[in-house]
Each structure stands twice: as structure tokens, then as C-alpha cells.
């Protein structure tokens, strides 16, 4: 399965990670290209995204 880095749409907004166990950083993270996070793109609640570049 395909993998894509979504962040919450609003700062401070709080998105269930898939399996419920917590809860999607606020800088994002990669997670599967399941229906749950196509969901969660559709319906506002997260976006799509890069991650951040790691300082030197």
C-alpha cells in the first residue's frame, strides 16, 4: 500500500490516528493511503503535505 504525509487541516486541531491509539501530530506524518485518511482528506480534516526539512 502506497504512503502519503498529511498534517491536520487547523493548528491545534485534533485528528484520530487510524487505529485510535492517539492522535496525528500537529507537523504531520506519513501514513498509508487507506480509505480512512482519503476520508479525512475529503472531509477537511486533514491535508496533504511535505514534511518538514531537518535543520543541520
Known sequence: MS???VKPAMPG???HLED???F???E???VAR???WLR???DGSVVE???AKKGK
Open 3 to 5: 504512503k502519503f504525509y
Open 13 to 15: 486541531q485534533k485528528v
Open 20 to 22: 485510535g491509539r492517539g
Open 24 to 26: 496525528l501530530p500537529e
Open 28 to 30: 504531520g506524518a506519513e
Open 34 to 36: 487507506s480509505t480512512y
Open 40 to 42: 479525512r482528506v475529503k
Open 49 to 51: 503535505a511535505r514534511p
